[in-house]
């Protein structure tokens, strides 16, 4: 494989080809197959920032049907022994390497690599990549999310043991209540299903970091918190065409592309990497100058109704 990658190619995909009417799925609920089309239909915002490739990351959010027509996400439990985020809940993923043509195929790579998922658009095509989000110490990488739907029920999952403890799912749209989706049992009900706290980011403002608990806490299984409950709280605002029924940002939480424009300003390590790829970070825009009326990691009502319009 040829291991030279332009610049201009990190982003680009093929368009998704899926066509719903025609794909081998279960029996759809309405709501799940509106999701999915509106997934299909998603496009993100034209990048105003560039960062370098190689503190670029992917990860995999890998959808399937359930037994009565709901969408699920699987996720796994990270190796205790891994020297970061050991046991946590996550997301496939990792960062982009030379020889992955953009970062889509980076995230399927990875994913091929921790659970076994095949790298194979036909048993598992695309529907939506996602806007980049800002993803924090170890590394400061720039993390897309890339959002698949398994189609073939035999697969297998085959576990990376030393990275991988476990594999699980997780409904997509509870991430959108604050109510859980299974039965407490009796030593949990003391516990909320949703929580978030708030805490500050370099002085600039105020981010907040949710968590989901997963039903699975008796067993060793961490909550779903933090940047894996942010990506998955936009893939369901997105495919469910509302709102949570909480406040997904405090009050002045910078968006994600302030975030990544900061860290490209201010960040020693992310600073070297442009000059190395050839970017000066001292042209990226300053953050401020990025805050729009509407956010780009938060809903877009009119395209939300634009898309439902055509259904």
């Not at 800002?134 to 035999?154: H, R």
């Not at 968590?211 to 299984?221: C, Q, V, W, Y």
């Not at 050839?278 to 401020?288: H, V």
Request: with cysteine; proline share 9%; charged share 25%.
């Amino acid at each position: 494989m040829d291991s030279r990658v332009r610049r201009s190619s990190l982003l680009t995909f093929h368009r998704p080809t899926l066509q719903l009417e025609n794909a081998p799925l279960p029996a759809l609920k309405p709501e799940s197959k509106q999701c999915l089309q509106n997934l299909l239909n998603y496009r993100p915002p034209k990048p105003r920032v560039k960062y370098p490739k190689s503190r670029s990351a992917a990860v995999l959010v890998a959808l399937f049907v359930g037994r009565h027509g709901d969408l699920y996400v699987l996720l796994s439990r990270r190796a205790s022994t891994l020297r970061t985020y050991a046991g946590d809940t996550s997301l496939p993923g990792g960062k982009w390497e030379p020889r992955d043509r953009n970062i889509e195929q980076t995230a399927r790579r990875e994913a091929y690599e921790e659970i076994g998922l095949p790298i194979d658009h036909r048993k598992v095509p695309l529907l939506c990549i996602l806007e980049p989000f800002m993803a924090g110490n170890p590394g400061q990488l720039v993390v897309t999310p890339v959002v698949v739907l398994v189609l073939d029920n035999t697969i297998k999952p085959i576990l990376n043991t030393p990275e991988v403890a476990s594999l699980f799912s997780h409904p997509l749209a509870s991430l959108l209540h604050s109510e859980p989706p299974f039965a407490t049992e009796q030593e949990m009900l003391e516990l909320k299903y949703h929580t978030y706290h708030d805490i500050d980011w370099r002085g600039k403002g105020t981010i907040r970091m949710h968590r989901f608990l997963t039903g699975r806490e008796a067993g060793g299984t961490k909550p779903i918190f933090g940047f894996t409950a942010g990506v998955l709280i936009r893939v369901a605002t997105i495919g469910y065409g509302k709102e949570p029924d909480f406040d997904v940002y405090a009050p002045d939480q910078p968006s994600q592309e302030e975030r990544i424009a900061y860290e490209l300003r201010t960040n020693s390590p992310l600073r070297a990497a442009c000059r190395r790829e050839g970017i000066d970070p001292d042209k990226t825009p300053e953050p401020s100058s990025l805050k729009t009326a509407t956010r780009n990691d938060a809903p877009r009502g009119r395209r939300r109704r634009a898309i439902r319009s055509k259904l």
